[in-house]
T-cell receptor, first 114, second 114 residues
């Protein structure tokens, strides 16, 4: 089983709609969860981090975490064409014999149609 | 958040030569730096974790002798791709941070081996 899984997409939504991105992870010990946005040819940029069960809102973005279900999601309200990018879910894992590290999911490609 | 300066942005080298990529922490003393590789249309794959003053921790399947990592100071970590071959052509990105505040990425280095 892959450590972090996401639907690869592409996910297409009309401008102004809500985009919903999902992510599941396998390590029950994970404590930190991140959503990154990556434009083509660029490095990822952090959108949100979440550490506790429930919702966390920041502007048009809402992250949702359910540790029991090992599930984290990102909602983008009022989607804009500039939101078109690949969204990467990242989860910290704590190997037994190594340093804490962050593992990325395969990413979901989002296209917002004007 | 942390600011990471990565150089060069792109490099073209001949097969068999070595290439050094530098990542410098500008406002954060990075005890740990993470090195990722990303092939086109794929997610970020963690290659190794670079620890200041000690040997790097490599992920399974990553050749230690081919990808030399040095982290001699709290602000500078380097990745040297030795005896590069066309299959090493990729986007290499460094990252620093922690699980509380998230991780910041350098701008990435696009390596093309001809």
């Amino acid at each position: 089983q892959k450590e972090v899984e996401q639907n690869s997409g592409p996910l297409s939504v009309p401008e102004g709609a809500i985009a919903s991105l999902n992510c599941t992870y396998s390590d029950r010990g994970s404590q930190s969860f991140f959503w990154y946005r990556q434009y083509s040819g660029k490095s990822p940029e952090l959108i949100m981090s979440i550490y506790s069960n429930g919702d966390k809102e920041d502007g048009r973005f809402t992250a949702q975490l359910n540790k029991a279900s090992q599930y984290v999601s990102l909602l983008i309200r009022d989607s804009q064409p500039s939101d078109s990018a690949t969204y990467l879910c990242a989860v910290n894992v704590i190997p037994k014999t190594s340093y804490d590290k962050v593992i990325f999911g395969p990413g979901t490609s989002l296209s917002v149609i004007p | 958040g942390a600011v990471v300066s990565q150089h060069p942005s792109w490099v073209i080298c001949k097969s068999g030569t070595s290439v050094k990529i530098e990542c410098r922490s500008l406002d954060f003393q990075a005890t740990t730096m993470f090195w990722y590789r990303q092939f086109p249309k794929q997610s970020l794959m963690l290659m190794a974790t670079s620890n200041e003053g000690s040997k790097a921790t490599y992920e399974q399947g990553v050749e230690k002798d081919k990808f030399l990592i040095n982290h001699a100071s709290l602000t500078l970590s380097t990745l040297t791709v030795t005896s590069a071959h066309p299959e090493d052509s990729s986007f290499y990105i460094c990252s620093e941070g922690d699980i509380l505040y998230g991780y910041t990425f350098g701008s990435g280095t696009r390596l093309t081996v001809v």
